[in-house]
């Protein structure tokens, strides 16, 4: 009996891993729709000492939203790299340093925010769709997050599936190595934007490809992931 139950586990882990792998080359299709290939892992990257990441694809990036989704993004991009709104693009060439392993966890937060939104702004067009039927005043974006409640808050920004869950570590571990790597990394504050809009948008498309996923799969149900450090809005 054990081992038929092993043979069974060993077929569902299998299958889990093929559609894991299915969700992931979608996502890299969505992101070579726009243009953008994902940053190789950052040991790559690093010359003379410092983290460089060109081109920056910022506009490709953004290119994906609507406004008052880039909006926010921008607010988000803004409040991690501690720079103001609207700041000169002299601010991108300057270098800052930051504990790789600080910057994973920044870059996880992000993929979470991307996600976030994406399930957002769609709930959101939906409640204004409604309230344009009935004569309602509609809600800006950030208004109308801001009046989550914490049940939906959480709803929103936690993968619904245990692939999307997987995808996310998987893709930060390739990019960044195992978690206990604590040296710090010299970027500049474009390097530094190009990770977040990137993460961002994975999470953007990640969401995406659950959905369509999960409509040829079942995916399993993410019941008991923990909440990300950082991920809330």
Not at 74 to 95: G, P, Q
Request: hydrophobic share 35%.
């Amino acid at each position: 009996a054990s081992l038929h139950r092993r043979i069974a586990q060993l077929k569902e882990s299998n299958c889990q891993t093929a559609i894991e792998d299915i969700m992931y080359m979608l996502i890299l299709y969505k992101f070579s729709e726009i243009r953008v290939p994902l940053v190789p892992k950052l040991t790559s990257c690093i010359y003379n000492g410092k983290l460089e990441i060109w081109p920056s694809k910022d506009w490709e990036l953004e290119s994906i939203y609507s406004c008052d989704v880039l909006e926010l993004i921008k607010e988000h991009s803004n409040a991690v790299i501690s720079l103001r709104v609207n700041s000169a693009l002299t601010d991108n060439l300057e270098t800052t340093e930051i504990g790789k392993h600080q910057l994973s966890k920044v870059y996880t937060a992000s993929i979470l925010y991307g996600y976030f939104l994406k399930s957002a702004s769609l709930r959101h067009q939906l409640e204004c769709s409604l309230a344009e039927h009935h004569g309602s005043i509609t809600k800006q974006l950030r208004h109308y997050i801001s009046g989550f409640d914490p049940k939906i808050l959480q709803r929103c920004a936690k993968p619904r599936s245990r692939e999307a869950k997987n995808l996310i570590e998987k893709q930060s571990l390739a990019l960044f190595g195992p978690k206990e790597n604590e040296e710090n990394v010299v970027t500049s504050i474009s390097s530094l934007k190009r990770l977040l809009l990137e993460a961002v948008a994975f999470g953007t498309f990640l969401w995406d490809t659950e959905e369509y996923v999960d409509g040829a799969f079942k995916l399993m149900e993410n019941e008991n992931a923990e909440e990300e450090e950082n991920s809330s809005v």
